[in-house]
């Protein structure tokens, strides 16, 4: 292996973790700058792993291209059998196990010691990466586990010996895990050295009590009376302890509690959620692990407890509390009675009350160290008897409820359950179908991982039905599951009860009616995301009753809060609620469509009357129910609020559609002044026109001239520019034949900026023209300009600087006397170019930088794209080496815009200098 730079050994060591796996960009992108990336990640990955191959060639390894190969989004380590050492080793391990289940004790010492041999050090020791110390952790800990496990067995056939040495110098690397040290004293002991295994307890408990403050365990402790009384069962059926000659191990003392659920066959994820598992708890802290209902509470605890199980030497004690079942729920007293009969079997009578079962189990547990869970609870009441004090064991509650009351009675450490990244959802879905991961089925199964979200529950639902049906494929699951209003239909396996549908119900049927309706109604939304008022406008609640109920259902984990005014929904939770309304009240959900339709349209509205104050065909409209909002105070408000609802705004309009055609056009009409600014969306732009198609069903003509303007302008703008100018005008004809002129002159302007697009200057020119002269009979000032900004753009294409400089003036002047700010900014970047064109770049480039600014702080990023563009073609005219950096950030504004026209026109120049590179 050559030496690589610390980048490409992080890149390195990601990959080797996820073999034969497509690793996509965002993740290594994670752990190569632990959550700080910067806006040129991707490409830096790409650097990176293209100098790792360009290491390894150097190093004459002759397939480094096959080794790591590009896949469509993100790379994979292509290894065979028996080529990473991590890999050997977990099968060694498992068959170390194999071997012990089957009394080949021996053979179980062999093949564990040949899986530890591989070891040469910690792992991916000094790589700094959050991410790659956390997998670190994790693998160095089944080192250490399984080396211990391989000294008890050697321990067991003998001799002892040879592990003194190595258990002394793990004693001092791990020096609280006291199994090191009972192992050790055994060792001394069987060897006749009596007083080297009383020195050895000695120093631990010196250890503990000056570091932590605390007596060693009590397995511990009775090693040491026994060795303090010569115990002849450490010492096997001599009696007598003989230097060098090995004896048997101790009989097993009385049985401990072992009631912990397997661990899943394979694991995946939640490596935040582990780590913060294995840290050790304060003393008297109860660990709460929370989630939604499906995320793997459960077998995340299981899974650690497998790991831990050493830690908690006097036994793991489980228990469901049924929080999820009001009729079956375990009372306080079941829960502790279920842990006293666990610690004392031999118990012959139960205490009567309550305080004395606590007392009792106190008592029990401060000599101990034991692990309890407490599975599912659903209130403090069943946890508060169960918190141990003192000694060294631990409280673990699983709950799909925060538990926030119990922070007022003990420390409480919060893990939070999330959901898998889509890596680890392919992982899961492909894990026991190797054959289903290959690259041409990726797609299929990150799409099937996308529609889970997640959801460890759902996820392992369908591996097992892709596993146990041979005949279906990730494509066929995928139609199934897409196509379906019943979604979760697809999410159950024949003869198990446990279903994604069955633990969403379970949550549902637990909370207040109240809740539950609300909780039914937040399907509405087409969306994941959305606002807190909008919640109190769809089920016609008091904002402050709306966000106490969300807070209710975000308690247990049913939505997510995402910020003091937003929740989010996840997508089969939503279904969930879907099917749940349309089953139990479905006219209410026609009630809650309008007025889902009548918010959006008053904060629509809103935003449109700041960001075109000189328009608003429907400002006599009956006034429209309370959107719990203010009014903006500004454009940049107005564009960062619908911003923040942009991907919803799509969706929101077709469902608008499905109960009211004249509505969606009014939402469409306020909603085209956002996206002249900030882009069109190719699902808005669907959507536009599927009402068009309905456009012969709107009587009113004035409502069609709108639908007809705002779509033609949408097309323009995509560089759809025929089906665009067709739609104008309509527009404009419709306009005209109402004698609206303001409205005319809109649609002209349009056709006019669609013309110069296709190349058709002189008829631009004339329909611009056209649009002027109506605005001016309108005494539409605004419009006045829009058409002067526009003629003066032709002009300039025609090479007539001074008559389109003229005009720019001209159109300055006007829209600083109505304070048009924002036409202010786009006519001075013009003004820029011009200036620019005709050799004076210094001034060109001064007018440039002040419309930049001005649009960036109004939010307008088309036009901050087009001024960053001119700024890039100035510099370059004076061969300034930063020209490029502009470029590429009105790149960048122009794909976030959806504007094809201004991406091809900065591809086509920054592909133009790099050939001008290439040919030099």
């Known amino acids: 292996m050559p030496a690589l730079k610390p980048r490409q050994g992080r890149l390195l060591a990601r990959l080797l ?277 499906g995320m793997g509470k459960t077998s995340l605890v299981a899974q650690w407890a497998a790991q831990a199980r050493d830690m908690y030497p006097d036994g793991q004690i489980f228990l469901d509390l049924r929080g999820d079942d009001t009729t079956t729920r375990r009372a306080p007293s079941a829960v502790l009675g279920h842990i006293l009969e666990s610690l004392q079997p031999t118990l012959q009578q139960m205490p009567h009350s309550l305080d004395r079962q606590v007392s009792l189990f106190r008592t029990l547990v401060s000599s101990r160290r034991v692990l309890i869970v407490l599975d599912n609870a659903d209130g403090i009441d069943q946890v508060l008897p169960s918190i141990p004090v003192g000694g060294g064991s631990r409280l673990i509650v699983t709950s799909r409820r925060r538990l926030a009351a119990l922070h007022a009675h003990t420390a409480v450490r919060l893990v939070t359950v999330e959901p898998l990244s889509p890596e680890e959802s392919i992982e899961l879905l492909t894990v026991d179908a190797p054959a289903r991961s290959a690259d041409k089925l990726a797609p299929q199964v990150r799409e099937l991982g996308a529609l889970c979200g997640g959801m460890p529950l759902a996820l392992r639902i369908l591996a097992a039905r892709l596993l146990s049906e041979p005949l279906l494929t990730p494509g066929d699951l995928l139609t199934e599951l897409s196509g379906s209003d019943l979604r979760l239909d697809g999410f159950l396996l024949h003869g198990d009860a446990r279903s994604v549908r069955s633990v969403l119900r379970s949550t549902y049927e637990a909370l207040p009616e109240l809740q539950q309706a609300v909780f039914r109604l937040l399907a509405v939304h087409p969306g994941r995301r959305f606002r807190l008022e909008l919640v109190a406008a ?24 995402t910020g003091p005014e937003h929740i989010t929904l996840h997508d089969l939770v939503r279904h969930f609620a879907a099917e749940t309304l349309d089953r139990t009240d479905p006219a209410a959900r026609t009630e809650a469509l309008h007025r889902l339709r009548d918010w959006y349209l008053s904060v629509a509205a809103k935003a449109s009357r700041v960001l075109r104050p000189d328009r608003d065909a429907y400002e006599d409209r009956v006034p429209l129910p309370e959107d719990h909002l203010g009014e903006f105070r500004t454009v940049r408000e107005a564009i960062d609020f619908l911003g923040g609802e942009r991907e919803s705004l799509a969706s929101v309009t077709a469902a608008t559609l499905e109960i009211d055609l004249e509505a969606t056009v009014e939402l469409i009409y306020y909603l085209h002044s956002y996206y002249v600014r900030s882009g069109f969306p190719t699902a808005a732009v669907g959507v536009w026109r599927s009402c068009a198609d309905r456009s012969e069903e709107i009587k009113d003509e004035l409502t069609r001239a709108h639908l007809h303007h705002a779509l033609g302008g949408a097309c323009a703008v995509i560089q759809e520019l025929a089906e665009g100018v067709v739609h104008m005008r309509r527009s404009a004809e419709l306009y005209e034949a109402a004698n609206n002129l303001g409205g005319a002159a809109g649609a002209r302007l349009g056709i006019g900026w669609a013309l110069e697009a296709e190349g058709r200057l002189a008829d631009a020119l004339a329909e611009t023209e056209r649009a002027k002269d109506l605005a001016l009979a309108a005494g539409n000032t605004t419009l006045v300009v829009h058409a002067l900004f526009n003629s003066a753009e032709t002009l300039a294409v025609m090479g007539e600087f001074g008559a389109a400089l003229t005009r720019l003036q001209h159109a300055r002047r006007l829209a600083g006397e109505t304070d048009e700010r924002q036409l202010d900014a786009l006519i001075t970047s013009s003004i820029g170019e011009l200036y620019v064109n005709i050799g004076s770049v210094g001034v060109g480039l001064g007018y440039l930088h002040e419309a930049r600014q001005a649009l960036h702080a109004l939010g307008y990023r088309k036009g901050e794209a087009r001024a960053l563009m001119r700024i890039g073609v100035a510099l370059r005219r004076s061969a300034d080496a930063n020209a490029d950096k502009w470029l590429r950030q009105s790149l960048a504004l122009f794909s976030q815009s959806n504007d094809p026209a201004g991406v091809v026109a900065v591809t086509e120049l920054l592909e133009g200098a790099a050939r001008s590179g290439d040919a030099a």
């Open 538 to 561: 769809i089920t016609g609640l008091p904002l402050p009753a709306a966000r106490r109920i969300v807070g209710s259902l975000a308690a247990i984990n049913f939505v997510t809060k």
């Open 17 to 293: 973790l996820s073999p034969n796996t497509t690793v996509p960009i965002e993740t290594l992108t994670e752990a190569l700058w632990d959550g700080e990336a910067p806006d040129s990640a991707a490409r830096q990955v790409q650097n990176a792993a293209s100098q790792l191959r360009q290491a390894w060639l150097n190093a004459q390894v002759i397939d480094a291209r096959a080794i790591l190969r590009t896949a469509h989004s993100g790379y994979r380590l292509e290894t065979g059998a028996g080529q990473i050492d991590l890999e050997n080793f977990r099968e060694s391990v498992a068959e170390g196990r194999r071997l012990e289940l089957a009394n080949d004790t021996a053979g179980a010492v062999g093949a564990l010691r040949q899986g530890l041999a591989l070891w040469r050090g910690p792992a991916f020791a000094g790589m700094r990466s959050r991410v790659i110390e956390t997998y670190a952790a994790q693998i160095n800990e089944q080192r250490v586990s399984t080396l211990q496990e391989c000294i008890r067995l050697e321990l067991a056939i003998g001799p002892a010996e040879h592990v003194i040495p190595e258990l002394a110098a793990l004693v001092a690397e791990y020096p609280y895990r006291e199994q090191l040290t009972g192992l050790l004293m055994t060792a001394f002991y069987r060897m006749g050295r009596q007083t080297d295994a009383l020195q050895a307890y000695q120093d631990q408990r010196a250890r503990l009590d000056a570091e932590l403050g605390i007596e060693p365990g009590p397995e511990l402790r009775k090693l040491h009376q026994r060795i303090l009384r010569s115990d002849a069962t450490l010492l096997g059926s001599a009696g007598t302890a003989q230097p060098g000659r090995p004896v048997a191990v101790a009989s097993p003392g009385p049985a401990v509690p072992a009631e912990m659920p397997p661990p899943l066959g394979y694991f995946v994820g939640h490596l935040r959620e582990m780590a913060l598992l294995h840290r050790d708890p304060e003393p008297g802290q109860v660990t709460v692990v929370t989630g939604a209902a």
